[in-house]
């Protein structure tokens, strides 16, 4: 891994050396605009921006340099948008079913690919006057289910006549025939593929593959693969010199892209696109791009929220130029003539969800699931929320990208310092030092399913919340409101995902791989695709795993109850041995209350024994609730049973053995099940521990990475992700003078076997849908369902408030 050359203080030197002054002004507008994530993270993006679609993936350049195409493939409204480089202005967006990633300008650049994602075909449009017309479609096979999944493309309409296509479900390149649109062959990749390119002489296609560490390469004359080239992990997008001589491919886990000799068919360097040496996963990079001279290398750090610079003037001697801040995972860059061109997939900002994801009436339900978009208003839901954005910038010149690099670790929480020394203070039980000793050893680490902090604690005065939002109150949770009265509110922290799909990754591992931020938003949409995450996929896993690989590591114990098991059975190598069997995991028509008591048998046995692990994670996590699903429990009776389960596990644990030595955690992997008015994310959380500050409010922005710091630091871990080494550890909760009364759990106010009606329009439309897995509901419906079943009326929109971005706040005692 090539290392930089202590950057920062080279950078430094250029700002001075070019005067305070102007230095001053160019940070200053950075700074005016600075904009805080829920993440803990901050955006200062540069250049003119133009918004787009929902996910922006790809972003390819006409031949003649005066179009770019962009595909939107998030979860909402999927679209193909065409742009005017030299006005800057988007002249046609092109509405399609289903789409992904592929995209590609015939050699006249009248045409233009498009992959049809799940619908397994590619769709090809005109491309006249600055307009986009549908013309044909090429079909690769029957829609999903077939699993067949088209990624990337690249086409051949000059010598072969052909037009190349890889695939993600079936893992395979297909060759098309343009001339009659037949299939000419299918050939297996082994793996997951990515995307595809043609060498420029037209004579090789290279393909990464982007669930095994390789590039393929196709000749398209003896139409054979004749080299495989080992890469960096997750291998994505490809972008050639124009001699062809040197490919460059990003590594989205590695944080890296790999040069490669295409003639020696070999890695030449791997560069270190991070913005220190040696960082974990946590940059994404994805996204790769030559400027027309062939001598500077931009790189994509989705993660990172920026561009990585490299002068590769010497391929094999290259040198870090610096970075230059972006917006929301950056997806894609093109560089024409001194403009640089990126998509940034989740915009500018985060956002409250002001409109939704609340229904407006009964008859709405009806016209959403008929699909007539005609008749439905705009809800905001958070999987559809951020929308993607095209930068324009002008290629810096040095003293001006030193600037930029400034702010790009300015905006940056992460350093290598972080990793082993976190902040916190003197004698808390929160060590600020991996390896230092914790008065506590035994920690529990609680998930439930899907809720926003207003839903459930917007009630609570001492907090900021919205009572108008709150849909389950004290009465329904006495519970949780009894934890957040009795030991610390939180009422600032944040998850790092948008829905369970990533959200159990975020909050098993601290990350979520490109995989899954990149295909979760189609199989949400409706639009075919599978879950991954949970260990279903071995693609969608992080590259470091999950909290278990890293206890392994430190030779620290551990046990899982349905977290990232199903049935008994482990989802990861790492939980081989560690499963509780006995536990029922995700089953709504099992009751949370019914897990707990599966479980005190277990951990009464283990304190028994002696055998108590130092981690536990467990998943109660009916608050997810089946909507209004006929002759099903009510969405009151689902929150309660799991409110009850998650006072009588506190309860039974502070009148343990243990209890003196024992902290426990409790968060939703995601907050995408109902509104929020301060930001989309903000959701519910819990610490309870003698070493919990009492009656407490704690407004420290958190966030689901820094709960996993914070355990990670209890049991003498390292972080996992860059993520989890940037957070703040919640040790402003803690104290080192521990209170060790225990936790009297309460009963439910409600009937926790109350049933929906038997008919009725909700319990007809909440039929058409497969409960039997987290998520699977399309969560629009779920969540009108929701409201109108609980509130039998239209939801109040919420009101912005202040995002918190700072942690300066003083506890409330």
């Known amino acids: 891994m090539k290392k930089m050359k202590n950057i920062f203080l080279i950078l430094s030197a250029i700002i001075l050396s070019q005067g305070v002054l102007g230095q001053n002004k160019i940070l200053a507008e950075l700074e005016n605009h600075k904009v805080g994530l829920p993440n803990g993270w901050t955006l200062t993006p540069v250049g003119n921006q133009v918004v787009l679609g929902d996910l922006p993936l790809n972003l390819v350049i006409s031949h003649n340099k005066k179009w770019a195409a962009v595909t939107n493939n998030g979860q909402s409204t999927q679209t193909i948008d065409l742009m005017d480089i030299e006005h800057q202005k988007k002249t046609d967006s092109s509405v399609i079913a289903k789409s992904w990633y592929g995209l590609a300008f015939s050699s006249d650049d009248t045409v233009l690919y498009a992959s049809g994602g799940h619908d397994n075909m590619i769709k090809t449009y005109s491309v006249k006057k600055g307009k986009l017309a549908l013309l044909d479609s090429i079909v690769l096979g029957k829609p999903w289910p077939e699993k067949i999944g088209i990624a990337g493309l690249d086409v051949d309409d000059k010598v072969q006549k052909q037009l190349y296509v890889v695939t993600r479900e079936d893992k395979k390149l297909y060759v098309i025939d343009l001339n009659n649109k037949s299939i000419q062959s299918k050939v297996d990749l082994g793996a997951e593929g990515y995307t595809c390119k043609l060498s420029p002489d037209l004579k090789q296609l290279y393909i990464s593959v982007w669930g095994a560490e390789k590039l393929l390469v196709w000749d398209v004359v003896s139409k054979k693969i004749t080299k495989e080239i080992a890469v960096g992990n997750h291998p994505n997008e490809i972008t050639f010199s124009k001699n062809g001589k040197w490919l460059y491919v990003a590594n989205a886990n590695d944080n890296s892209v790999s040069v490669i000799n295409t003639k020696e068919g070999k890695v030449v360097e791997t560069l270190n696109a991070a913005l220190y040496p040696n960082a974990p996963s946590g940059s994404t990079s994805n996204g790769v791009a030559l400027s027309e001279n062939g001598k500077t290398l931009y790189i994509a750090n989705a993660d990172n929220n920026c561009l990585a610079v490299f002068d590769v003037t010497n391929p094999g001697k290259s040198v870090s130029k610096g970075f230059i801040p972006v917006g929301w995972y ?204 949970e260990g279903e996929r071995e693609i969608a896993n992080n590259k470091g795993g999950f909290i278990w690989d890293n206890a392994k590591r430190h030779n620290v114990t551990y046990r899982t109850y349905g977290e990232f098991a199903d049935k008994g059975k482990p989802n990861v190598k790492s939980l081989e041995g560690h499963v509780a069997t006995g536990y029922t995991s995700y089953d709504l028509s099992v009751s949370d209350t019914t897990r707990v008591r599966q479980w005190k048998e277990d951990f009464d046995a283990l304190i028994r024994s002696g055998k108590m692990p130092q981690l536990t994670t467990i998943r109660i996590s009916n608050d997810h609730t089946e909507g209004m699903r006929a002759g099903k429990k009510t969405p009151y009776a689902h929150v309660a049973d799991n409110d009850l389960a998650v006072g009588q596990f506190v309860d039974h644990i502070s009148k343990s053995p243990i209890w003196k030595e024992t902290a426990i955690f409790i968060l939703e992997d995601d907050a995408q099940n109902g509104p929020d008015h301060v930001d989309a994310h903000r959701s519910p959380a819990y610490l309870i521990s003698p070493y919990v500050k009492r009656k407490s409010v704690d407004h420290t922005m958190y966030s689901t990475a820094g709960m996993l710091r914070t355990i990670e630091l209890i049991l003498g871990m390292k972080p996992m992700t860059q993520y989890d080494a940037a957070a703040v550890p919640m040790w402003r909760s803690f104290t080192n003078q521990p209170d060790f009364a225990s936790f009297d759990h309460v009963q439910a106010n409600i009937n926790l076997n109350e049933r929906n009606p038997e008919k009725g329009k909700l319990a007809e439309l909440s039929a058409k849908f497969d409960w039997s897995k987290e998520d699977a509901v399309p969560d629009l419906v779920f969540n009108e369902i929701l409201w109108q079943g609980i509130k039998g009326e239209s939801a109040p929109a919420p009101i912005r408030a202040a995002f918190l971005k700072t942690n300066e706040d003083e506890d409330d005692d």
């Open 330 to 533: 950056p997806t894609n860059v093109k560089v024409v003539g001194n403009e640089i061109l990126v998509t940034n997939g989740k915009g500018l900002s985060s956002k409250a969800n002001p409109r939704g994801p609340n229904p407006t009436d009964k008859k709405e339900k009806v016209d959403r699931h008929s699909g007539d978009a005609n008749k439905l208003k705009e809800i905001q839901y958070i999987a559809g929320l951020f929308k993607g954005t095209l930068s324009f910038i002008e290629n810096p010149e040095p003293e001006r990208l030193a600037i930029y690099s400034h702010a790009v670790y300015q905006n940056t929480p992460y350093s290598k310092d972080k990793e082993l020394n976190a902040e916190g203070e003197a004698g808390n039980p929160i060590p600020m030092k991996i390896g230092e000793k914790s008065p506590i050893k035994y920690v529990f680490y609680v998930i439930k399913e899907n809720r926003t902090y207003d839903q459930i604690l917007g009630d609570l005065p001492q907090g900021n919340g919205d009572p108008n939002l709150c849909l389950f109150g004290e009465k329904i949770t006495p519970n949780q409101h009894k934890i957040a009265n009795e030991f610390v509110l939180l009422d600032n922290f944040y998850v790092d995902a948008e829905v369970s799909a990533d959200g159990h990754n975020w909050s098993m591992g601290a990350y979520a791989t490109d995989y899954l931020e990149k295909t979760w938003p189609s199989s949400y949409g409706g639009r075919g695709g599978s879950y991954g995450g």
